[in-house]
């Protein structure tokens, strides 16, 4: 398959130097998510100052600009979001069965976290519904040992 440059497509032959760039990638919060996820729990870091719940955490407070480090354990159901379905492939080629992504609100966090929705007509989804994770049999400490999430019927 090869692929052609359309005539709004323009290309700069250049080097260009980023060394001069530093970057600084913190994995704090992503390594204690994970841990937690061997045990099918989730864990965020709380700011002493607000009390906002990071999860995963950074080593800091993005309101209150101070360094942060409280584990605090949050629920596996949440709040909805926001949400997207999918009904094409990045080509646009129909897909089989549509697919539910949604932004969800862990209960006892103040950030959201992506995941797939089943269990649900498309059309019946809505921004609040309540949901809970579902995991996978044997969880390894990855973002995966989320299978997916399930909406929560009272």
Do not use: H
């Not at 002493?48 to 600009?65: D, H, L, Q, T």
């Not at 009904?87 to 609100?105: H, K, L, T, Y």
């Not at 609040?128 to 399930?150: C, Q, T, Y």
């Amino acid at each position: 398959m090869t692929f052609e440059m359309g005539p709004e497509t323009r290309q700069v032959e250049a080097m260009w130097d980023v060394s001069t760039y530093n970057y600084r990638m913190d994995g704090t919060g992503i390594r204690l998510l994970t841990e937690g996820m061997k045990e099918k729990k989730l864990r965020g870091i709380r700011c002493g100052e607000c009390g906002m719940v990071y999860m995963p955490g950074p080593s800091y407070c993005r309101k209150c600009f101070v360094d942060i480090d409280e584990v605090v354990e949050v629920k596996d159901t949440g709040t909805v979001m926001s949400y997207c379905v999918t009904m094409a492939d990045v080509r646009g080629n129909p897909i089989e069965e549509f697919r539910i992504s949604a932004m969800i609100q862990f209960d006892g966090a103040d950030t959201w976290f992506v995941g797939t929705v089943t269990g649900v007509e498309w059309q019946d989804f809505k921004v609040g519904m309540r949901v809970k994770a579902v995991w996978v049999d044997e969880p390894a400490g990855s973002l995966s040992d989320i299978d997916r999430f399930e909406v929560i019927t009272d």
